[in-house]
Nanobody, 125 residues
Framework: QVHLVESGGGLVQAGGSLRLSCAGS????????VGWFRQAPGKEREFVAI??????????NYADSVKGRFTISRDNAKNTVYLQMNSLEPEDTAVYYC????????????????WGQGIQVTVSS
């Protein structure tokens, strides 16, 4: 079992930045691929970014909508994955979730085993 807790959300003006954290506990967090998803009001949850585990070289992948603005990174010593979000836009407003799974390069919800509770990010115009 892996328990995930997100933090770092809040309200920010357009053009601003936030850094989300996903702290993991339980089974060795470093062995899991960790992704970020988001769900805006009235929309389905969508993939944002993934950080693969060290066995897979720690590679990253991003949704087209956030490429060049968001950066995912991991600190295995702290069992934490981060999502640095820059140049935020009102369209980035959503509840952000981190998730952990075993599937390399996973971009679909069903490929993840464990989920955090989610954290609100609101970008004002």
């Amino acid at each position: 079992q892996v328990h995930l807790v997100e933090s770092g959300g809040g309200l920010v003006q357009a053009g601003g930045s936030l850094r989300l954290s996903c702290a993991g506990s339980g089974r060795p967090f470093s062995t899991y691929n960790v992704g970020w998803f988001r769900q805006a009001p009235g929309k389905e949850r969508e993939f944002v970014a993934i950080n693969s585990n060290s066995w897979n070289g720690g590679s990253t992948n991003y949704a087209d909508s956030v490429k060049g603005r968001f950066t995912i990174s991991r600190d295995n010593a702290k069992n934490t994955v981060y999502l640095q979000m820059n140049s935020l836009e009102p369209e980035d407003t959503a509840v952000y979730y981190c998730a952990a799974g075993r599937t390399f390069g996973a971009t679909m919800e069903r490929e993840y085993e464990y989920w955090g509770q989610g954290i609100q990010v609101t970008v004002s115009s």
